[in-house]
């Protein structure tokens, strides 16, 4: 999986090349979270994109779009190829999240809407007969200052959401600085226990202990929120940890080479035979 999680950054990087740039800094920083999601814990197929019996993935934080579509790609939703055409004219991968894309449940981007999309997805798991399918809501650290969130909250620890989890990707910064300078608050993982929620903290570079969790999650009685602690630009030299990161334009070859150079040496690709989450495929 890190081998993955590697060329997944290196798509993300090559999207940013161009006029257009992208949100590099936190589609960097959920990159461990996606594939764990859907490389390990989601019961998805990748040829039945719409099979009713899925789980359902929820980008809330829809600025991290290229992250997603990556992830999608070596998922094999879509193709590799289709990758290069990231905001290009005519291209379906937009920088916000395309529900024309096999894999892209919501067209998202104003943040704070996930949650809720998210318990009504999850309560239509419910209805549909037992045991239902899971849904998973990816959001960011600064939208949790969105109101909503926080009353999407309150409505799923009121449904009793079982089959509902939050993955929150903690970078500590957001597009005009750090968090904790534009609104302070109480820690991550204390507001959603106080609403309720069954919580947990993890790594979310910790590929293992992602899994670990994220499946513990899908099992547990209640609505789920996983605090996963991260770094933003994570992978890529001088730029991670940084607010300037936040959007970044490579509009040169030279500038995407020296980013790519800051990455380090390419991992080995492992093969298909040892790729995590494929024996769970419609499990």
Not at 66 to 83: D, G, H, P, Q, W
């Amino acid at each position: 999986m890190a081998a993955c999680a590697r060329t997944i950054r290196e798509h993300i990087v090559d999207m940013c090349v161009g006029p257009e740039g992208g949100h590099l800094g936190g589609s960097m920083s959920a990159v461990e979270i996606l594939v764990a999601l859907f490389f390990h814990t989601m019961n998805i197929d990748p040829a039945d994109p719409e099979w009713k019996q899925r789980d359902v993935f929820v980008l809330s934080k829809g600025h991290a779009a290229m992250a997603l579509y990556a992830t999608l790609a070596e998922r094999k939703f879509i193709s590799r190829e289709e990758v290069a055409t990231f905001c290009r004219p005519g291209s379906r991968l937009a920088t916000h999240g395309n529900v024309t894309v096999p894999g892209v449940e919501f067209a998202t981007g104003s943040l704070g809407h996930g949650l809720a999309l998210a318990n009504g997805t999850a309560w239509a798991q419910r209805q549909a007969g037992a045991p239902p399918a899971n849904t998973f809501v990816l959001l960011g650290d600064g939208e949790l200052q969105e109101g909503t969130v926080w009353e999407a909250a309150q409505v799923g620890r009121a449904l009793d959401a079982t089959n509902l989890v939050a993955v929150v990707d903690v970078n500590n910064f957001q597009q005009t600085g750090a968090v904790r300078e534009v609104s302070d608050g109480a820690p991550v993982a204390d507001r959603w226990a106080g609403f309720g929620w069954r919580t947990v903290e993890v790594d979310g570079h910790d590929l293992a202990a992602l899994c670990s969790v994220l499946d513990e999650a899908a099992r547990t009685e209640g609505p789920t929120a996983v605090v996963c602690h991260t770094v933003k630009a994570r992978g890529v030299g001088a730029l991670a940890g940084r607010a300037s990161s936040h959007f970044v334009r490579l509009d040169t070859e030279r500038k995407r080479a020296r980013v790519r150079a800051s990455m380090g040496p390419a991992l080995p690709r492992e093969t298909t035979k040892g790729e995590p989450g494929r024996a769970g495929d419609r499990a």
